[in-house]
């Protein structure tokens, strides 16, 4: 396989030299900053992503408000089962760590014994960028961003093959689309029971949206009326 990748004959494998090659290159704080941001920080972004998104959809109070909060349920739960069916996937194909098949890689995070194919971190930030993406096209759209550097980061940090990482992408698009449907005929009822309850500050601000009125606001809307009547 070095020798597939010495002759360009394998563009995995030639991508993969060429991408962690720049962590050679990189300072050592960047290469720091890389293998965290790869790790632990892209995931953290996204889920903070989804609760931004979550804050803008219930303070907006639109007429499909149940429906995009039920869109941002659906997004770790798509996650979840996306990293489900990998499980499976890992055990068939058992293609082994780049570094343990490849020499020369600067390998960034060590401890990682598992398979390689496809990459649960690419999964899981592309499942939930797609499904952010269906319920807020905005935000969806900065979530796949996300995704997208955490493949990036991931073949940088010498972990992963480029094919694992567009494995992952596949497979959370995949899970994330597929199943939107299903996912969002069972849980945009439950939002909209949600929404007409007690806990209906989760769906939609209590702040004067969607005809939802504050007692402060109407008594005063009430006593302008009273003044006009009088003069």
């Not at 009326?225 to 009088?230: G, Q, T």
């Amino acid at each position: 396989m070095a020798v597939l990748a010495e002759s360009g004959s394998n563009p995995d494998v030639d991508l993969l030299y060429d991408i962690n090659g720049l962590a050679k290159e990189a300072p050592h704080w960047f290469d720091r900053v890389v293998e965290f941001v790869g790790e632990y920080g892209l995931l953290v972004a996204m889920v903070l992503l989804v609760v931004w998104c979550w804050w803008s959809v219930r303070r907006r109070g639109d007429e499909d408000s149940a429906a995009s909060v039920a869109g941002l349920v659906w997004a770790p739960i798509a996650a979840s089962l996306a990293v489900l069916v990998n499980v499976p996937i890992r055990g068939f194909v058992e293609r082994p760590r780049p570094f343990l098949d490849h020499t020369g890689l600067d390998v960034l995070i060590s401890g990682k014994t598992d398979y390689s194919f496809v990459s649960d971190h690419a999964t899981i930030t592309m499942a939930m960028g797609v499904a952010l993406f269906v319920a807020d096209r905005r935000f969806g759209v900065a979530g796949i961003g996300l995704a997208l550097v955490e493949g990036f980061c991931r073949v940088y940090m010498g972990v992963h093959y480029p094919t694992d990482v567009i494995g992952g992408f596949a497979l959370g698009t995949a899970v994330a689309l597929l199943l939107s449907p299903l996912a969002m005929a069972l849980l945009t009822p439950v939002l909209k029971a949600v929404e007409g309850s007690a806990w209906g500050g989760w769906v939609v601000s209590s702040g004067g949206v969607r005809g939802v009125v504050i007692p402060g606001a109407r008594t005063e809307a009430s006593g302008a009326e009273e003044r006009d009547l009088a003069a």
